[in-house]
Structures are given as structure tokens and as C-alpha cells.
């Protein structure tokens, strides 16, 4: 009797590591995002899979505003905790969002803000978002599933 639990728990885990690989894993993050209908910075959801990143208000006024970015379309991703190293996005933000695309850079340093520079058909759109600060790792894997690189502002010297 001890053989037959013995292999059958060894076969269980051995179909189980087979399927793992296939199972679609998603990092889903509570954060801020960025308003595009109403110009601020909004309670979300960000669910990052290995096809796309879906943008989730939390209020029932904003759903709207709700947004699937899909991963093809994505051109860049950037991050940063400072807003100095985020000079070329702030401009590019403000330039697309008007004045207010500079708020979510004003958030504390416990927040790690990302901009997610994509195509929409012809069009060069963003979306930004921030996260606590220690899910940052989390997202960055996420984004490499996605087959995106995270490109760290913090980490490259002036």
C-alpha cells in the first residue's frame, strides 16, 4: 500500500509540474491609474498577463475609463521613483495628458510609477499607473512574461 500512495503521488506531481508551464499566471496590482476621461489619478486594478495589461477602476463612475492595452502594441515600459529620472516621459506625458500628466509623479517615493507607451492603431498613446513600490519586482516579471523590458530610470547613471 505504501508503493501504490508513493507512485501515485509521483505521478500527480510529475502531471502537475507538466501542466504548471501552461497555466496562465496574471500579476494583478492595487494602485493608482491615470484618468484619461477626467485628467487624474483614479483607485485601480492592473492585471498584467501574458497577452495584455488590463486597467480596472475601482469606482463604478470610472469604468469608462477602464482600458486593455495589449501586450503587441506596447512600444516602451518605464519606471521610476523619482520624478527628476522620469524627465523624457514627464515631457511626453504632458505633452499627450496636458498639465495634470505630471500628478502621478508627484506621488511619495513608496510608490514606483510606470509608463506604458503603446500604439492604438496609428495613434502613439501612454497610460500610467503607480504601485506600491515593493510589488515592483512582481511587475517587472510580469512584464517579461509579457515580452517587455522594464526599463529601471532609477538604476542608469547621469
Known sequence: MNKSVTAFT??????FMAIAPTVAQAGIYKGKCFNQLERDMDSCNVTIDNNNIR???KSDSNQTANQVIP???IKKVERSKS???LGKTAIWTTLAFGP???LPLAFKKKQMTYVVEYNDGNQAKGA???IQRS???LADIDFTNLGKKVVDLDAIQE
Not at 10 to 15: Q, R, Y
Request: aromatic share 4%.
Open 128 to 130: 500610467v499607473f503607480t
Open 55 to 57: 486597467v480596472t477602476m
Open 71 to 73: 501586450g503587441s502594441s
Open 83 to 85: 520624478a527628476k529620472r
Open 135 to 137: 510589488q515592483a519586482p
Open 10 to 15: 509521483l505521478l500527480l506531481l510529475t502531471s
Open 100 to 102: 495634470l500628466g505630471l
